[in-house]
């Protein structure tokens, strides 16, 4: 009898043994899928971090092309400001306003002109484009036929660039875009001192560039 319950007792602690080496076995393998899923999730999420910072950062090495603008007046239908990026022609300003009037000089400007920012452009009417041929031609004309003068060094206010009329004392570029708008609607300077007719042109800059102008 004895025997039989040290048997049964040996049964019962073989098989409590294996019950907890069971239990603890099972235990270990899902801590070990438990680890290796948060890895997997963690490294997905990464990924997937990355990748987004990637496609976010792509706009940022771009270079923001900068808008420029320009005044677009005279004969043109919708007379007011031309917007672009990168670079433009007159011809495009033009077209933006809505195009030549009528009446409009469409050879009278270089409509291949590269614009330039803040400039402002002024079609004239045919009428206007006549006049400031003539006083062109007249001034040409008379610059051939004076004598004892030195006007090659003197700078022509009806024919003179930007560039040209920013060399004078005391004329910025303002001035400059204010002596070409002048005389684009009003057919030109009959003599020097009508350049004080621009704002801000009066006796005390005219005294220091009245002998390096012309008509």
């Known amino acids: 009898m004895k ?17 907890i080496y069971l239990f603890y076995s099972g235990r270990n393998k899902s801590a070990v899928r438990e680890d290796f899923s948060s890895a997997e999730l963690i490294s997905s999420e990464n990924g997937t971090t990355e990748n987004r910072k990637t496609e ?7 270079e923001k092309e900068t808008e420029c603008a320009v005044y677009v007046a005279g ?6 400001i031309y917007r672009y990026t990168g670079t433009a022609r007159i011809q495009d300003a033009i077209e933006a306003v809505g195009g030549f009037k009528e009446n409009a000089a469409k050879d009278f ?5 590269l614009l330039e920012d803040g ?13 400031l ?24 206010i009806n024919l003179a660039t930007k560039e ?8 910025g570029e303002a001035k400059a875009e ?13 003599k020097p001192e009508d350049i004080m007719q621009i704002s801000g042109i009066k006796e005390g800059v005219y005294n220091k560039i009245k002998d390096k102008i012309r008509t």
Do not use: D
């Open 3 to 19: 025997r039989e319950t040290h048997i049964i007792i040996g049964i019962c602690f073989i098989f409590l043994c294996a019950s």
């Open 56 to 62: 976010t950062s792509a706009p940022n090495g771009q």
């Open 75 to 80: 004969a043109v239908k919708s007379p007011g």
């Open 109 to 113: 400007l270089n409509l291949a002109k």
């Open 119 to 131: 400039e402002k452009i002024v079609v004239p009417t045919k009428k206007q484009a006549k006049k």
């Open 133 to 156: 041929v003539k006083k062109q031609e007249y001034n040409t004309e008379i610059s051939g036929l004076t004598e004892g003068e030195n006007t090659e060094s003197k700078v022509n």
């Open 164 to 171: 040209e009329l920013m060399t004078l004392p005391g004329i």
């Open 178 to 190: 204010m002596i070409i708008t002048y005389r684009t609607e009003q057919g030109g300077f009959s």
